[in-house]
């Protein structure tokens, strides 16, 4: 029988298809169906607990809802009027049915006052983005008084606008709550879970050290591939896939929400190397040797988009260092963390350039120069191999030698 709070998470949704279908009984109990099928979520058991406080089983919920239907029918011959839906369910339970003696008013907005405030998340039953920096914090500080391990996970799903295009809003949160629930059944009770954005959550994984966490981020990914690689919609795959930012305190941030944005930027780095994987976020190690280019002729000119230079960025943009993987630059302009941005890099000294695309993973305003940012670029080495690119650029510029 399901509960209370369970029926909470569904009710935005299951109460917009009443809203949404007031007057179409078939496609009211067709929609629920559906989604009770796809979900596994006791709809009508769910719909009943929120209107009334009533708890059923679902199949005997099914069939109050369909004499809810029926009765709401016959008041409105009755009437010779429109019968709302919260009419019929009162006057069904308070007079057919007789199940409640102490009726309270049924709204379908049901929007409780205190929903703003909820530390939880109504649509995936996860904790809020606010509850969950709240925790960290927390977290931080006794990482800090006792000395223990503290890592945090950040995790997006993969292409899943495009798969919201394809199968529709409502199986996207469907998606997003079976996502959830294997985050649940994959972390400890000490762990918490959090809906951050959209797709994207987060994880605290207190007293554990970062191989740890590597693993338990890479059983999390493990599970959603082979779960969704199995999930198909009206017979057309789904193959959900996940991507997972690591970070680690107090090794990579000592401040709770520079923690979350250090595990935010490790994601962007996976991503940048194909998604469905998960990135480590490390300081001072990385994948290629870096070469420092600040005092050399390397000249850089970066657009937000192809064909669109930042006006000032030819004068203002100056590099740092690079390797095969990315790139380090200082500039004037703020970017944001996952975006885009195409980068032309000029040797003066001979015709030695390269067009490259990237994604944007890190950036620091420079404390000794308010305004001014260090940005940190991950090449999209999937883009026209753009790898084999960076390595011929290098080594024209005498920075790696041959073969």
Not at 39 to 47: E, F, K, M, P, T
Not at 80 to 98: M, P, S
Not at 318 to 327: A, D, F, V
Request: glycine share 6%; net charge neutral; charged share 30%.
């Amino acid at each position: 029988m399901i509960t209370l709070e369970e029926a909470a998470r569904h009710k935005e949704e299951l109460v917009g298809i009443l809203q949404e279908d007031a007057h179409n009984e078939e496609r009211i109990l067709r929609r629920l169906d559906q989604i009770r099928t796809q979900s596994g979520v006791q709809v009508y058991a769910a719909l009943l607990m929120i209107l009334t406080g009533l708890a059923f089983e679902e199949t005997e919920a099914r069939r109050h809802w369909e004499g809810i239907l029926g009765h709401r029918r016959g008041l409105t011959g009755k009437l010779q009027r429109e019968v709302g839906l919260r009419v019929a369910v009162l006057d069904y339970f308070l007079n057919v049915n007789r199940q409640l003696t102490s009726p309270r008013l049924i709204d379908l907005t049901l929007q409780d006052r205190h929903e703003p405030t909820s530390p939880v998340d109504a649509q995936t039953g996860l904790w809020t983005a606010r509850q969950f920096l709240s925790a960290l914090q927390k977290e931080t500080r006794r990482a800090k008084r006792y000395e223990l391990d503290l890592c945090v996970l950040y995790l997006d799903i993969d292409d899943f606008r495009e798969i919201n295009e394809r199968h529709g809003d409502l199986v996207g949160d469907i998606l997003l709550r079976e996502v959830a629930i294997l985050l649940k059944n994959k972390i400890r009770d000490i762990d918490m879970a959090a809906r951050m954005a959209g797709e994207e959550f987060g994880l605290i994984l207190p007293e554990t050290e970062r191989m740890g966490s590597f693993l338990v981020a890479e059983r999390i990914r493990r599970e959603v591939e082979r779960h969704f690689v199995r999930r198909d919609i009206d017979g057309r795959p789904i193959a959900l896939t996940v991507t997972i930012g690591l970070a680690k305190y107090p090794d990579d941030a000592a401040i709770a929400d520079r923690l979350v944005r250090r595990a935010e930027e490790a994601m962007h780095q996976a991503k940048a190397r194909g998604g469905n994987t998960v990135g480590v976020y490390y300081r001072e190690r990385r994948n290629y040797i870096r070469f420092d280019v600040k005092r050399r002729t390397l000249q850089l000119r970066v657009s937000r988009s192809e064909g669109a230079p930042i006006q000032s960025e030819a004068a203002t943009t100056e590099p740092r260092n690079i390797s095969k993987s990315g790139l380090l630059f200082e500039s004037e302009s703020a970017y944001a963390i996952g975006e885009e941005i195409q980068i032309v890099c000029q040797d003066a000294r001979d015709t030695a350039r390269v067009t490259l695309r990237a994604r944007v993973v890190r950036i620091e305003e420079l404390e000794d120069q308010p305004g001014r940012f260090e940005v940190g670029a991950a090449f999209l080495l999937e883009w026209e191999h753009q790898e084999a690119q960076v390595t011929e650029f290098l080594r024209r510029g005498g920075l790696v030698a041959s073969g």
